[in-house]
T-cell receptor
């Protein structure tokens, strides 16, 4: 099955810094989502982005499906950005199941 | 906004007990999913359902069963709870339409289950 790798596994930033999180996947996909899991465990949808670029405030994401990777950019980070960021992909065969990466744990220091 | 709710945030059960975890969504989604999340292993799919009374096994179905009698409700059942089922359980839902962008998944708040 498809493999999803996220990097880096852990990241510590000072408030106000920028960061880039990466998601590599091993095969063609037709779905890709980025989630933020807050300290209480809730998974929050950030982007649905199987291809192209999207922006939402300080966050933006780019997926280059032909090269099998996606990037999540966080600018001017805040302490509330702390948590775990997950990438999840759905295979191009058409299933609506997702395969999750193991996440990037981000800590933003005040 | 899509809302997915789960019956409990925290649950403590004893080994051998039958455990029911319930999930309800209010957006008329066809697909519903149960995942478990463990440190270092990410989210793993237990079961999913694409219609009422329909279910399919995910990656780790052993020790679990599910029930979907109504479109908005999807239950996860631990027939005889064991300590290795201590975990965070997350429910999700999505539409099921021909256009893939409808497959965006929305998650509930999770249930932290401890089996002693």
């Amino acid at each position: 099955g498809i493999q999803v790798e996220q990097s880096p596994p852990d990241l510590i930033l000072q408030e106000g810094a920028n960061s880039t999180l990466r998601c590599n996947f091993s095969d063609s996909v037709n779905n890709l989502q980025w989630f933020h899991q807050n300290p209480w465990g809730q998974l929050i949808n950030l982007f649905y982005i199987p291809s192209g670029t999207k922006q939402n405030g300080r966050l933006s994401a780019t997926t280059v499906a032909t090269e099998r990777y996606s990037l999540l950019y966080i600018s001017s980070s805040q302490t509330t950005d702390s948590g775990v960021y997950f990438c999840a992909v759905g295979e191009a065969s058409g299933t609506y199941k997702y395969i999750f990466g193991t996440g990037t744990r981000l800590k933003v220091l005040a | 906004d899509v809302k997915v709710t789960q019956s409990s945030r925290y649950l403590v059960k004893r080994t051998g007990e039958k455990v029911f975890l319930e999930c309800v969504q209010d957006m008329d989604h066809e697909n519903m999913f149960w995942y478990r999340q463990d440190p270092g292993l990410g989210l793993r799919l237990i079961y999913f359902s694409y219609d009422v009374k329909m279910k399919e096994k995910g990656d780790i179905p052993e020790g679990y069963s599910v029930s979907r009698e109504k479109k908005e409700r999807f239950s996860l059942i631990l027939e005889s709870a064991s300590t290795n089922q201590t975990s965070m359980y997350l429910c999700a839902s999505s539409l099921n339409r021909p256009n893939p962008e409808y497959y965006e998944q929305y998650f509930g708040p999770g249930t932290r289950l401890t089996v002693t």
